[in-house]
């Protein structure tokens, strides 16, 4: 399951935001996995790194309860120090479009579907109407 995996997942998600994996070898990873729980994961992963981001210097006040996955949270860290807020932003938000439409009955092909979000991430665009 993702929970299981989820260093090992917030590690790909890093890695495609550095370059050193493409978004279509970070989708396959991902698509190994349900898309509607990926969706969900992924949406509060960058949705969190967007806040780390806008933050900089003042992350500690990213979090005032404490909350935080130990396994993960220096990943978003990093991922955070990568990309620009508005890019995070702007790749929960598509992860957030495709969930929608996923609960909604849609069926689309899972590594294409993950694909493209990692593209926003990537500062591509694709599909800017759905998937």
Partial sequence: DWFAAREQLAGQLL???QGRLSPAQGGQALAAHDPRVMAGVLYGW????SVLAALGDNVEQADPAGVQDPKVEPILRQLAAQLPP???????QRVMEGRRQLMGGANPNKEL???QWLLVLVGVDAAAGGF
């Fill in 15 to 17: 890695s495609v935001a």
């Fill in 86 to 92: 508005a890019r995070l932003l702007r790749a929960a």
């Fill in 46 to 49: 960058l949705a969190r790194a």
């Fill in 113 to 115: 579907l993950m694909e």
